[in-house]
Every structure is written in C-alpha cells, then in structure tokens.
C-alpha cells in the first residue's frame, strides 16, 4: 500500500483567510499505486480526516529523495481569521486511504491590537504606579486590558495580572500595592484580542527601601553660641538598614546648607544624640545648620536650625563657694561673683539636684541683686540623709555661666517613738506597747523593748527585739516576770547605729492564782463514784481550802452539793463518794480552792452513773428454707432504765451490729419474741444476734448461726471458651464464659418468679415446662428497682428474673452480649461458620416458619450446635429458631468489637438474635441482627443465660 508523509507546519505561511505551502511526499513505488492523493484539514478535529474537509492535489511531481518519493504542495484559501487549523496529507489506493503525520497552523487576524507599556511612577517601598496605553484597538476590538508583573522578565498573564477595565484607545494605569521593598520587578501593558493576548513592551523599576528603613536624623537647637564657636546638636532616631555610614552637620549663611558647603564629619555610629563644638564662625552673623547621614550613597537631611553668634563681650565669673548649717532638710548655700561681665549678668542664684551638674532645668533658686562679691540663699524642703550637688549660676548675655559644683550631704532624719502604757498585766507576763510615728532618714533597722527593775532601763540590760521597719504601733508580750514586782520599761529605735529611746513606763505584775484542776471520775458504778482534782498551783497567798462541788446541771459551785477535802500544796486529791448518787444520773463536777476570800473552780467534768444492763439472749433459728428462717429472743432483765428497742441483727460475716442488716421487733417486757425473716439467699450461711436499745446504746444476745437450703434450680449451662475473632467485619476479643445450653424454660420461668409476665403461655404459641418462655421484655429479666449488681454494662435489679435467681443460686446471671451470642451460635473458639447456628441445613437444627406449625416446640428436640474445636466441647441448643433470644447491648448500627464488647452505650432499642419460630431461613442465621424497645414483649421472643466461670 502507498505511502505518504506531511511535511512540518514551520514552512506554512499564512494569512487571515489563507494557508500556503503545504508539503507532503508519496511513496512512488507503492502497491497498487494510488490514485488520489492531497490533505484533509479542520479546525475542531485534531485528527482530520477526508470525512471533514479535504483538498486534492492534481499532477506528477519528480521526486524529492532518490527513487522512492515524489513531493507536492498546496495552498488553501476560504479559511477564518484567527484560527487554528489540523491537517495531514493523505493518499487514496484500492486498497484503502493512507495519512501522513498530523501538523497545524493558525491564520492571522485581520486587524491586531497595539498596546504599549510607559513607565513605572509613583514608586514606592511596597508599592508603584503602572502605565499602559492601546494605540489600536484592533478589529474585533480587545475585551480585555491591563497589566502582568513578576520578579523575572517576560512577564505573562499567567504570573501576577491585574485587569483594568475600561475600552478603546488611550492611557491606563493601576495602582499596584503589597510589593517587596528594595526589589526589581518587570512589566507589561497587555490585551486580549480574539482570544489571543497581546503584550506591550516590557519596563522594569526596583521599588524604594521601606520608610523604617530610611535613616533618620533631627537637628537640635544650637547651643553655647559664642562670638566665633557654637555647638551644634542633633538626633539620630532610625540607623537606616543598610545603617548608614557617615554623619555630621554642614552649615553656611545662606539656607538650606549642603555637604558641598561648610561641613563637619562626626564620628560614631548608632542611634541617639551627637554633637560638634568648636566651628570657627564670624561673630554676629546668622547661621543655618543641618545634621546629615550618608546612607547607601544618598545623604539625608535633617531640618535646618538658625542661630546668630554674639557679638564680642567679657563674660562674667562666678565661684560656687558651698554649703553651711546644713540640717536634714535645709542648707545655706554661698557663691562668690569675681567679675560681672561685659555686658552684666541680669540673674544669679544657685541650681542644684541629687545627682552630679545641675542646671537651671533642675532645682533653681534666684538670688536677688547685681555686681560683683558675695551672696547666699538657704535652700528648704531638701531630703534628708541625702547627697545634694549645687553650683552657683549667672544669665550673662542671653546665656548661663556656670560656677564650679560643690556637694553636701543633708543631715539624718531622728525617728521618733513613743512608749505607750503597758497592758494584760499577769503575775508572769506583760504586753508592752509603743508606736512610731517617724521612721527616721534613713529608716531605722531595729526596734524593740527594753524593761528592768531599776529606774533606767537600756538595750544594755534586758533587751527584746520585735521585727518591722514600718512607722506605727508594735507591741510584744513579754513572759517569765516575777509574781507581784515593780518593773520599767522603754521602747527603742536604733538609727545609723545610735540607740533612741521612748518614755520610761512602770508596772507591777499580780500576785500568782492558786490552779486547780478537775480530773476524771473513776469507780463510778450505780450510786457511788471517786471525785479526782489536782492542785498545780499552790499560789500566793497558798489557798485554805479544797474540795469538790457538784450537781445535776452544768457549773456546780460550793453553793450546792459541797465536799472538802483535807490538805494543802500542790499535788492530786480524791474523795470517794460512795453514796448519795442515783443511777444512771448525768452529773458535773469541779475541783476548787479557797484563796485570798475567793473561791477558785477548776474545769468541768461531766459522768454518768451506771445503769443496771438489760439481759438478752439469742435462740436458735427455726423455719429454715431456701430463702427464710424464723429468728428467735428472749427478754430476760428489763434493765434500768428498761430498754427501748429490740429486734435482731444480721449478716453473712460474723458478729452482725445494728449498723449492718437490722430488724426491730415491736413488743416490750419480758419473755420471748420472733421475726420471720426472707429474702435470703439460698445455701447461705447467716450470723444473727438478738439486741435490745437502752439509754441509746445496744445490748446484744449470744451469736448464733444457720444455712438456708439448696434450692437444685440452676440451668444447665456450656462452658465457651474466649479467643479473638472477626464477625460482622469486627474484631472481637472474649473472655471464657458460661451460656444457656438451652433457652429459659416456662417451668424455670415459674420457680423463680412465681407468675407470668404479660400474657401467660398458651397452646396456641406452646406451652409446658420444657417449652421456652416467651412473651418476656427485657425489662422484665433485668428489673428496674431495688437492690441490684452490674454485669457487662448491665445493671440487674432485685424485681427482675437474673436477680431472682442470683437470690436462689449464689451465681449472678445476665444476659449475653451481642458479641458473646454470636461468638457461641458460631461455635466458640472452633468458628464453625455454618450459615445456622450448628448446620448449613436450617431444618437440623432450627423451628422456623416452614417446620414449626406456626408455634414454639419444647427445646433440645433440634440437633445440637457444638461448642469447642473439633466439635469436642460443650452444646447448645436451637440459638437458631424456636424463639428470638434478647442481648444485654442496646442495638448500634454497626457490630460492636474490642475486648469483651458490650455495644452502644445508650439507645432506644435492645438486640436480640437467633430467628423464631414464625422467621424465615433468612431471619434464623447466626449474623442476622435484630432490635426492639425494652418492654417489648412477643410470642415469638425468649431468652437464654449467661455468666461469667
């Protein structure tokens, strides 16, 4: 079959309706040779063909590569304006059409658009003017215009564009913002035309350095002008990044002085203030100064300052002498004035301030007067304590003259104190007091208290320091004086190391109390008790007389039942009172001494005479049964007073008290008495004690003990051993437990809570003891109140069926979680995978809607579902069929997984599984989950047991 081959697009010229030069080459020796060749073009297929638009070419070409091709070209008119086109060459044989390679051109536009770019203004750190214009709008005219931007040159639209609206010829800017300081950037005007985008030619600028980064410089006001010197001032607030490089001042008499007229270079770098003194300049002409930088070659300026030097004159002299009678606050202060000056000074006085050179800016205190000699003023108010400097001044001239400086130190502030009367005055102890009403300059650094028995007391002798530094009242209480003795006392401050005193106060301590003390009453029985005191104190003077009071109300005193007892000193003393008390009488008492005509009492000590014990005794049980036994007492002593109360106590560990299981019998007297007690647990051991209350205490009988019967009810369960699994695409991981080799039978149902829930059994559904309970909630096998235990997430109360049974067994059990029934209905740790819990034939092992005859059947009748690897462990029996079986897990959407899980936390429905016996095949397999609200009761739902080994 021929060949052929399109020549490269780069030899087509074009126009805006035309297209010439098209190459192409064919194979000459071609079999069967062709008998049309030419090229096939479109515009909307980049894979033309001859179906789109195709153009032959006529004639015999010579060839253009040795024996084997000939070329032949074209041109093609008719075409759009600004479009491209696709095309190849093709070739026409018997045997079919032959296409070279594929190329493509664009036609021109009949009219373009001219944009120029002008130059950047407005040039900012971070931001620029851009400036276009459009000489020709171009024909179609352009839809859009503006600028593009970037960092590298031959920016396009495609980088940063910025569209200005707007249409036809003429200008056009933006304003461009958010630049970088300190960078070149390049530009270009552009349009679209057609589709197409037309450039401008490309500017470039380079933004400004940012205003912080711009040096900045203020030229302060010229001082110590002179007739030919002055000291020029400035203020360097910004170094400039880059920091610049030079600085210095340049002044001339005309304004607006530069660095190409007087200039002065200062050394330094860094911001702040800087100076220049000693420019010789004419006298009495005025001056313009400017501070400059040199800064990344530009030098800027800062703002000009004008000053006239003085004419010629003799300054005037003054000598700061010192200071005299300096005091803590006030000094005199003299100067000398050696010559007047030329003109006379028109001031004088003295400045002065707490730290070295002083000026008139500072303190200034004007002295009156004029000429030469001496003056003086005496400054007040000053700080005490404190080192002042001062120099003597004059205004000469329009400027100050300083004298030579001089320092003094003013003198210390004496704190004053004041020893205030002395309070809570005992036999051994005092509290002084004193105050300060000045801390002194500088402050003091002790103070305290100094006391003697002698007229003039001194840190010398008995010396108390108390801590503070603060002005105001302190006070210390002061121990360990003598009993009925004169003292003196005086505050004190020490300042700089002088000691300063307050007033001398006298006071005498008190005499020393006689101290009794009640001790505890011992021996006390029914009517009798030994009375206990102590004399710790014999005081001064030493009492006369001890002894006890007592009665039936607080605070006894000798006024009522009075007993002296014989001896004096110190030491303990006891009267035994063997008569005359009541029983089971509260009493107080107190000890006392007799001292001085005052009567001194002791604490207050509280008894209670014995009372005569009620006698109790605890019987054997009788009655046991699986959950109940009748308790049994006797009275056997009243006691006195008679007792109040009794009854029995119980529990499961020995030695049961009122605090653990009580049961009040009502009843009094003597004889015996009983209570028939339920609610046990069933092959459990009790402790019980008989008690009787008297005065508010408890009396108890003797223990006794007894085991309520073995109630044989238990199911019949199969041990599943745990593993870690994936069911229902969940990972679970279980522990080994115990499950229901059968569904909870109606007969097991009735021995434990002795009546139907809801609607009870019928023949319609099933019913006999082997049949399975059905028409039971949730609630009713978990229970709502009373006393309760928690399994797997599930709290299981005293009115429900498990704690019912827990009550008869000893074994707290539950219902399984959703993982724990489906791990078993799969065959435990073996994962037998049938389809039906135990077979992949449904009617093995399961009652379902097409075998059951519309009803329950008894359980067990069904082959059984083996639990364990190999098929070696234990059985259950229809956990598919028969009925539904509830879970402990309120129902989430997805299979719940982790160790041991127990499903969603909270919810509205609770899961049960396994199929019934009105289900369909497809509602019997082990993974079928199921939902209902938890009082949901149906003939078709039951339940099955678990608990943990």
Request: glycine residues 10%.
């Amino acid at each position: 079959m021929p060949v052929c081959q399109t020549y490269p697009s780069d030899d087509v010229a074009t126009g805006s309706t035309y297209a010439t030069g098209l190459k192409a080459a064919v194979n000459v020796f071609g079999n069967p040779a062709y008998i049309e060749k030419g090229f096939c073009y479109s515009a909307t297929n980049y894979l033309p063909t001859v179906a789109d638009t195709k153009y032959m070419v006529g004639g015999n070409f010579a060839n253009c590569l040795t024996g084997a091709l000939e070329c032949y070209n074209t041109s093609i008119y008719g075409l759009t304006p600004n479009t491209t086109y696709y095309y190849r060459a093709y070739i026409l044989s018997e045997t079919g059409i032959s296409y070279g390679n594929i190329y493509y051109f664009t036609t021109t536009i009949d009219d373009p658009a001219v944009v120029t770019t002008a130059d950047v203004s407005n040039i900012t750190a971070t931001g620029a003017t851009l400036n276009g214009a459009i000489v020709i709008e171009g024909n179609p005219a352009y839809t859009e215009k503006g600028f593009c931007y970037n960092m590298s040159p031959d920016p396009t639209i495609y980088m940063n564009k910025k569209e200005v609206i707007g249409e036809g010829t003429g200008s056009f800017s933006y304003q461009l913002t958010e630049l970088s300081p300190r960078s070149k950037y390049y530009v270009r005007a552009y349009a679209i035309q057609n589709g197409n985008t037309i450039y401008g030619n490309e500017v470039d600028f380079i933004t400004t350095a940012p205003l912080s980064d711009v040096a900045e410089v203020t030229t302060s006001a010229v001082t110590n002008i002179a007739a030919s010197t002055a000291t020029f001032n400035a203020i360097i607030t910004n170094e400039g990044n880059p920091a610049y490089t030079e600085k210095g001042f340049c002044y001339d008499t005309d304004p607006n002085p530069t660095t190409s007229h007087y200039r002065q270079q200062v050394s330094g770098s860094g911001t702040g203030a800087y100076s220049y003194s000693g420019a010789y300049l004419t006298a009495n002409t005025k001056y313009y100064v400017r501070a400059y930088l040199r800064q990344n070659g530009n030098t800027i300026y800062g703002n000009q300052v004008e000053f006239t030097t003085a004419a010629y004159t003799a300054a005037a002299e003054v000598t700061t002498s010192g200071a005299a009678d300096i005091t803590a606050t006030e000094a005199t202060l003299t100067g000398q004035i050696s010559y007047e000056g030329i003109p006379a000074y028109t001031e004088r006085g003295f400045c002065y301030a707490t730290s070295p050179n002083p000026t008139t800016a500072n303190n200034k205190s004007e002295v009156s007067g004029s000429g030469s000699g001496s003056y003086f003023y005496t400054v007040t108010g000053l700080a005490p304590n404190t080192k002042y400097y001062v120099k003597t001044y004059l205004i000469w001239n329009g400027n100050t003259v300083y004298g030579n400086e001089v320092e003094f130190t003013t003198a210390v502030l004496v704190p004053e104190i004041y020893t205030s009367q002395v309070t809570n005055i005992t036999a051994t102890a005092v509290t002084l007091n004193a105050r300060i009403s000045n801390v002194g300059v500088p402050a003091y650094t002790e103070r305290g208290f100094c006391y003697n028995i002698d007229f003039t007391p001194t840190i010398s002798t008995n010396k108390i320091e108390v801590s503070g530094n603060e002005s105001g009242a302190y006070a210390y209480q002061l121990t360990g004086l003598t009993a009925n003795t004169s003292y003196y006392v005086s505050a004190y401050v020490i300042q700089e190391g002088i000691v300063y005193y307050g007033q001398i106060r006298q006071f005498k301590t008190a005499a020393i109390p006689a101290v009794v003390t009640t001790d505890a009453v011992t021996n006390i029985t029914y009517v009798g008790a030994t009375f206990n005191g102590t004399v710790s104190v014999e005081g001064t003077p030493p009492y006369t007389e001890r002894g006890f009071c007592y009665k039936t109300s607080p605070n006894p005193t000798v006024a009522n039942n009075q007993i002296k007892v014989n001896g004096s000193g110190t030491g303990a003393y006891s009267y035994n009172n063997t008569v005359g008390l009541s029983a089971n009488q509260t009493y107080y008492l107190r000890a006392y001494v007799y001292q001085d005509g005052v009567y001194i009492y002791g604490n207050e000590v509280e008894f209670t005479t014995g009372a005569i014990p009620v006698g109790i005794s605890t019987n054997a049980a009788t009655n046991i049964t699986y959950t109940g036994a009748t308790l049994n007492a006797a009275i056997n002593n009243l006691g006195t007073p008679a007792y109040t109360e009794r009854g029995f106590c119980y529990g499961t560990s020995q030695h049961p008290t009122t605090s653990n299981n009580k049961i009040a019998v009502t009843g009094s007297g003597l004889g015996a008495y009983s209570y028939n007690l339920t609610g046990l647990m069933t092959g459990t051991k009790y402790y019980v004690r008989a008690y009787a209350i008297q005065n508010g205490a408890p009396t108890y009988g003797e223990e006794i003990s007894f085991t309520t019967a073995v109630y044989n009810i238990e199911p019949e369960m199969a041990y599943v051993i745990g593993g870690t699994v994936t069911m229902n695409d969940a990972t679970v991981a279980l522990a080994d437990f115990r499950i229901g080799k059968y569904e909870v039978t109606q007969k097991l149902w009735w021995e434990v809570m002795g009546s139907w829930s809801g609607t009870a059994p019928s023949s319609a559904y099933g019913v006999g003891d082997d049949y399975p309970m059905y028409n039971v909630s949730w609630t009713d096998i978990v229970g709502t109140t009373g006393a309760s235990y928690t399994e797997r997430g599930v709290t299981y109360y005293a009115d429900g069926f498990c704690y019912k049974l827990y009550q008869l067994t000893g074994k707290k059990y539950r219902l399984p979680t959703e993982a724990e029934w489906q791990y078993a209905a799969n065959g435990g740790d073996a994962l037998h995978n049938y389809t039906y819990s135990g077979s992949n034939t449904i009617g093995d092992v399961a009652w379902y809607n097409l075998n059951s005859s519309s009803k329950t059947h008894p359980v067990g009748t069904k082959a059984t579902n083996l639990i364990g690897i190999y098929g070696l462990g234990d059985q259950t029996y229809d956990m598919s069929g028969n009925v539904y079986e509830w879970c402990g897990d309120w129902y989430g959407s997805s299979f719940p997984s982790g160790a041991n899980p127990t499903g969603a936390t909270s919810g509205t429905y609770h899961v049960y599984r396994g199929g019934g016996w009105d289900s369909s095949a497809a509602n019997c397999t082990v993974s079928n989950r199921s939902y209902a609200t938890p009082g949901t009761r149906n003939n078709n739902l039951g339940f099955r047991l678990v608990y943990n080994p």
